[in-house]
């Protein structure tokens, strides 16, 4: 594209500085994946044992295999920092050695799992954290995330696999990236490798299959994986552009960009863009130039120029405005800096004649355009936002006598000064010092005050200066010419310069007008519950706009007063129709607009693009309109933004709401299918043996113990059932004391063995107690049910003739016992969740067993006696392994009251 006004195009300074901070720092470079299992880490080690074979220094600093194979044989090529243990709650958690990396400093470190939380006690809390002291430092890093990971996608990945990723990456950190290499498999592909076994162990991938690797979920994250890619690569080359000077467009991707000005057609050209950019999947932004001729805009049409642009900001757009003074130049300067491929602009309004006079600015953008394509569109003017009738008053000022006085105080000390001058310098070299008196008093009083001085500056100068003198008759014609030239270079220069003040003030306006907004923001975005946002809503409205406030919200099919400021305000009957209008209307109402004018309130509805969410009404003790037409556009962006903020906390309260609804529903279901099966299949199977007792006098000794014995398993069986239920009733009450004492682990094994004989009698059970355990304050009756629950859900999910293993042992400040067993283990994503109530995996053959309260009694029992409980599965082979936490009491310690 041509250069702009001749003028030679110059990088721009941010994206300059941008790329000078990347040159202090190490490489970045992210390998993103849409899902686990698409080979991430397998191709950053590829990637890195190419830079080995260039000679670079490449070292692990953490990979993570998860037992493939082909990802273990590539690490094997590769120097491994070791790894640093750290002690926590009687564990031994291994993370990253950052301080030995940074000693090492090599050249390229390979980090896998970015979104990790570090164990406490590290540097950091987050992994993603240590990369960038590593990114410091000036060392290259190959690291590896997921999608679902990015913070900003959060809530998206939720809705999508109705799973909480609890580990994100601020989406910051990734924008830093100078790389990014998105691993990309079809969903076919994938979930190809999940049924191999390649990505889980078999009983896990099938689990994963009717959940997270469903073909829907895997390609939405994928379509996510690749935006948020494309996005930030566009981005990318944007910054390149801006700091090599390069004018676009690039036709690298398309962005649309649509001028608006003050005509009533310009909304529709809004619309137009809007459909353009969704056609094209394409970004746009609204422009509208502000020139010196839009300082003489009636309200009328600033009024629609701030609501087009508010319009646009709806539709999903960008909304920006930036000062020129050469239309077509401006706009194709802008539209070159930020690579925009398409224009939209209206078709000129102006007459022919005046086209042919002053030029057409739609007619010199299609001609300097250079590759950037142009939509001219006719538009409609039906189809303009709708003005909203709300009377304004007048923001011009009381007339004020100061400036004129001292715009003559001004020309006097310009006579003076030119006495003095006329005795060294002609009459017409005097005429500057008048010029100079017109300038300050344009500079200082605007233009009014210069236009007057200019006035009285050509009568001072003809009565003093010019022969005859001290009269108004000029004698010389040459002097005539003079003078008029003056005049006109004086009204000229007045008008300049009293333009450029009237701009300077306009932007100093603006400045402050825009940082208390973005300070606005700021506070709405730290605020989590919905009275603290209505607080300051009001309280920042009348504090700028010097009103009383009023908000109304929603309640049960009715407005309800929320909030006021001052706080002793209240809402008469004529104020609470005005507001009911307004919401239902979605229009504003009372005083100074058409509909019902008589209330004391203007109320005006806060929208969104889903509609109205509030109705805030304002008033003072001003006579007349209670806003200029600068502070109801300044109303009109407060209100935006605070329909934003009510919006968000509202969505996010319903979705508690719901969540917490689900919940319930969820637990009350649980609870129906457990008593309907865990109570009626043991009674039903008593009543069955009993009905045989009774009805067969002729049976068998064997028969009858073996029916006697299935009423007695039975019934013990009823009765766990019973007890977890009372059990759990008692935790969440808050009634659950522990009566501590000091107690004797291989004791407690040993009873419970005994008293789990008939669940355990189908399992080989094994012990490895510690021969030097120390005793352990506990409450002996709780924690013998909670071994017995564990035991009696190993034996749930074992198959019969595996082994039940139950280990004891203590690291100094703690023991350890674990309960494990050789079942099919408990897939990675629902290790947490064993412990919710009424929560069950699904056996092999897609049938739950038990009740879903044992493990959560567990839980609270063991937190009640201080303890942790956790569950993982076995690394040595198949099954899951419970691990119970305690610690070692100092045995002068006082025995704790019960």
Not at 465 to 485: G, M, R
């Amino acid at each position: 594209m041509p250069e702009q006004n001749g003028e030679p195009k110059r990088p721009d300074p941010e994206a300059l500085l941008r790329e000078a901070a990347t040159e202090t720092r190490g490489h970045l470079k992210v390998f993103l994946g849409a899902a686990p299992g698409v080979g991430k880490t397998y191709e950053m080690l590829l990637s890195a044992a190419a830079q080995r074979r260039a000679g670079v220094d490449a070292v692990i600093g953490l990979i993570e295999t998860h037992g493939r194979a082909e990802t273990e044989a590539l690490v094997r090529d590769f120097e491994i920092i070791p790894r640093k243990h750290i002690d926590y709650n009687g564990r031994r958690l291994d993370e990253m050695d950052l301080d030995v990396i940074l000693a090492r400093k090599p050249s390229l470190v390979l980090v896998d799992e970015l979104a990790h939380t570090n164990a406490p006690g590290s540097r950091h809390p987050k992994r993603y954290q240590d990369v960038a002291d590593l990114l410091a430092a000036g060392i290259d890093v190959y690291t590896a995330v997921n999608i679902q990971h990015l913070e900003s996608l959060n809530d998206v990945v939720r809705q999508i696999t109705r799973i909480r990723v609890r580990e994100t990456v601020p989406d910051a950190f990734l924008d830093c990236a100078d790389e990014i290499e998105v691993i990309d498999l079809t969903p076919a592909d994938l979930i190809q490798r999940l049924k191999e076994g390649k990505v889980y162990v078999p009983v896990t991938a099938e689990r994963a299959l009717g959940h997270y690797f469903s073909p829907g979920n895997l390609t939405a994250l994928r379509e996510l994986a690749l935006r948020r890619t494309a996005q930030r690569v566009d981005q990318q080359l944007l910054s390149h552009m801006q700091a090599h000077a390069i004018s676009g467009p690039w036709s690298a991707g398309d962005r649309v960009l649509v001028v608006v000005n003050e005509h009533p057609k310009a909304a529709a050209l809004v619309r137009y863009a809007r459909r353009m950019a969704e056609r094209l999947g394409a970004r746009w932004t609204a422009l509208y130039v502000e020139t010196s001729r839009s300082l003489r805009l009636i309200e009328a049409a600033r009024d629609r120029i701030a609501e087009t642009l508010r319009m646009a900001e709806r539709l999903g757009g960008e909304a920006v405005t930036i000062p020129g003074r050469e239309l077509a130049g401006e706009i194709l300067d802008y539209a070159a800096k930020n690579n925009f491929s398409h224009i939209v602009i209206g078709r000129s309004a102006r007459p022919r004649w005046r086209e042919v006079l002053f030029g057409s600015i739609t007619y010199e953008i299609v001609r300097r355009a250079g590759n950037i394509a142009v939509h001219v569109v006719t538009g409609d003017e039906k189809l303009a936002p709708a003005a909203q009738a709300i009377d304004t008053r007048a923001a011009s000022a009381p007339f004020d006598l100061k400036p004129y006085l001292m715009s003559i105080a001004l020309v006097g000390l310009a006579v003076g000064c030119g006495e003095v001058l006329e005795r060294f310098l002609n009459a017409q070299n005097v005429a500057l010092v008048f010029l100079t008196a017109v300038l300050v008093s344009a500079v200082a009083f605007g233009l009014r005050a210069a236009l007057f001085a200019s006035l009285l500056s050509v009568l001072a100068f003809n009565l003093f200066f010019l022969p005859p003198y001290y009269s108004i008759t000029i004698s010389d014609p040459e002097n005539v010419v003079a003078l008029f030239f003056f005049l006109v270079v004086a009204l000229i220069v007045s008008n300049l310069t009293a333009n450029v003040r009237a701009q300077a003030m306009v932007a100093r306006q603006r400045a402050r007008t825009t940082e208390d907004l973005y300070l606005f923001s700021r506070k709405l975005a730290g605020i989590v519950s919905m009275d603290d946002l209505l607080w300051a809503i009001s309280s920042q409205v009348a504090s700028m706009l010097r009103v009383r406030v009023v908000l109304f919200l929603p309640k049960s099919g009715a407005l309800e007063l929320k909030t006021a400021w001052p706080p002793e305000d209240v809402a008469e009957e004529a104020d609470l129709a005005a507001a009911k209008w307004s919401w239902e209307s979605n229009k504003p109402a009372g005083r100074g607009a058409d509909t019902l004018p008589g209330a004391k309130r203007l109320f005006l509805p806060m929208r969104t693009g889903r509609g109205p969410v509030a109705v805030i009404g304002i008033d003072s003790d001003k006579q007349g309109p209670l806003l200029t037409p600068d502070e109801r556009r300044l109303l009109d962006a407060l209100a935006d933004q605070a329909a934003l903020a009510i919006e968000r906390i509202t969505l996010s309260e319903d979705f508690d709401k719901a969540q917490r609804a689900a919940e319930r529903d969820r637990l009350q279901a649980a609870l129906l299918t457990s008593i309907s099966h865990d109570l009626r299949t043991p009674l039903a199977s008593i009543l069955g043996a009993a009905d045989s007792l009774a009805g067969l006098p002729d049976l068998s000794p064997d028969d009858r113990n073996a029916l006697l014995s299935t009423i007695q398993e039975e019934a013990e069986r009823l009765n766990r059932f019973i007890a977890n239920l009372l059990d759990m009733t008692k935790l969440e009450s808050g009634a659950v004391a522990p009566n501590m004492a000091l107690v004797d682990i291989g004791d407690l094994v040993g009873s419970t063995l005994r008293r789990a004989d008939r669940i355990l009698a189908d399992h080989h059970i094994e012990t490895a107690l510690a021969p030097d355990l120390p005793m352990v304050r506990l409450d002996p009756v709780l924690f013998e049910q909670v071994l017995f629950n564990l035991l009696d859900n190993a034996a749930k999910y074992a198959p019969a003739g595996t082994m039940i293993r139950l280990e004891a042992g203590c690291d100094g400040a703690s023991v350890r016992l674990r309960v494990q067993d050789e079942g099919s283990g408990i897939p990675q994503e629902e290790l947490e969740r064993v412990f919710d109530k009424f929560y069950r995996v699904r056996k092999s053959d897609g049938q739950r067993a038990g009740t879903g309260l044992g493990l959560a009694i567990c839980r609270g029992f063991v937190e009640a006696m201080g303890g942790t409980i956790e569950a993982a599965n076995r690394t040595g082979g198949r099954g899951a392994v419970v691990t119970i936490t305690l610690p070692v009491p100092d045995i002068n310690e006082p025995r704790a009251k019960t």
